[in-house]
């Protein structure tokens, strides 16, 4: 059985909206330079003629700005866990070249994964099937929950925006646990035994469309917590089998996600055309608020999102990053940061990467 943790977890990952301050704080402004080696980049790319579903890590080098996008990794992996770009020249590109420098940028971070059934390596965050909440998720106009994908890496690349709504919404999960820790303790033995999840449709073959085991909400190892967390996913499994979950279950999510929704937990902001955001999909949750647009291929709120599998290497002692922050002059206690380095995905050392 999943061990419950009780302690305050107090390192950057567990960041709050208030702490945080505003958008601002998580945003990294790119120059002309930056811009300039992606471009050169892909002229590389396209001069041998590769698509997106050719394009590796060799083929996409950026020696000029490879110091930047290291600090951008440290930050999603060891630090707050999320980090906004400003921003990509996406109105100066056709929609492929496009996609091609963000998969190349991704090549950076790790290794790209199928998004879904289809097969799709990047996805198209757009409306296409209206208001059904049978649609994925992520091709419909609907408000989605906070929540968790499967992967190591995030990625978001905004290349339209829709009519109205569609803000971007993300809470830490550490920072989530350390509330009801504070508050209602009783809630998180649930949270970390786990529930068993439906699979909607994406089972293998000899899987039942219902996990055997229990999924925990959040983990914990090495004093680092760790979230899996798709709602609707519990729910929907649990009408399949047939079978109720207890008043204490059902209270243990609604109070995780009432505590992830407030106001000063959850960053809110519109992305705008050419900003690109990475987060720690293990420590972040991430929403968007319901938008109107125009359905269509060009028209209407676009999004590009990408799941990677993050680059491997050695664990980082909790301490040498709290370390690191303070030498920003940055108080992980004060501001109710942490940092992360869950089991789940592993980093490179510094230098590693080759070009």
């Known amino acids: ?28 402004a790119w120059k002309q330079r930056h811009i300039d080696a992606l471009e050169e980049a892909y002229e590389q790319v396209a001069a041998r003629g590769l698509t997106l579903d050719q394009v590796e890590h060799e083929h996409f080098l950026l020696p000029s700005i490879a110091a930047d ?73 609907l408000p989605l929950t906070l929540h968790t994908d499967a992967c190591d890496i995030l990625g978001m690349l ?12 993300y809470a830490s999960a550490v920072a989530v646990h350390n509330a ?6 009783e809630y998180l033995e649930p949270l970390y035994r786990g529930f068993r999840y439906h699979r909607f449709g994406e089972e293998g073959p000899g899987e039942a469309p219902v996990t ?18 798709v709602a609707g996913y519990i729910y929907m499994a649990y009408e399949e089998l047939g079978e109720e979950l207890s008043d204490t279950d059902r209270d243990a999510l609604g109070y995780f996600d009432d505590v992830a929704l407030r106001p000063e937990m959850k960053l809110e902001f519109m992305m705008q055309p050419g900003q690109m955001l990475l987060a720690n999909n293990h420590t972040v949750l991430h929403a968007r608020s319901g938008f109107e647009d125009t359905p269509g291929a060009d028209t209407g709120r676009m999004l590009l999102r990408l799941w990677l599998t ?32 869950g089991d789940a995905t592993k980093v490179l050392k510094p230098g590693v990467l080759k070009y």
Not at 158 to 169: H, V
Not at 180 to 185: G, R
């Open 180 to 185: 009801i820790l504070e508050e209602k303790p």
């Open 310 to 341: 993050a680059h491997e290497g050695e664990r980082r002692p909790i301490d040498e990053t709290i370390e690191i922050y303070r030498a920003r002059g940055i108080d992980p206690q004060s501001r109710n940061e942490t940092r992360y380095r």
């Open 69 to 141: 996008l290291r600090a951008i990794y440290e930050e999603v992996m060891w630090g707050r866990g999320i980090v906004l770009v400003d921003r990509l020249p996406v109105e100066d590109w056709s929609l492929e070249k496009a996609e091609i420098i963000y998969w190349g940028i991704g090549t950076h971070f790790g290794k790209g994964q199928s998004q879904s059934v289809m097969g799709d390596r990047l996805g198209h965050v757009v409306n296409v099937g209206g208001k059904d909440p049978k649609e994925r998720a992520y091709r419909n106009s």
């Open 212 to 229: 055997e085991h229990h999924v925990p909400v959040l983990s914990e190892r090495d004093g680092y917590v760790t979230c899996r967390y």
């Open 1 to 28: 059985m999943a061990q419950t943790y009780t302690q305050e977890v107090a390192h950057p990952s567990a960041w709050t909206a208030t702490g945080l301050g505003s958008v601002d704080s998580i945003k990294v």
């Open 158 to 169: 905004s290349i339209r925006a829709g009519e109205t709504g569609g803000e971007s919404q």
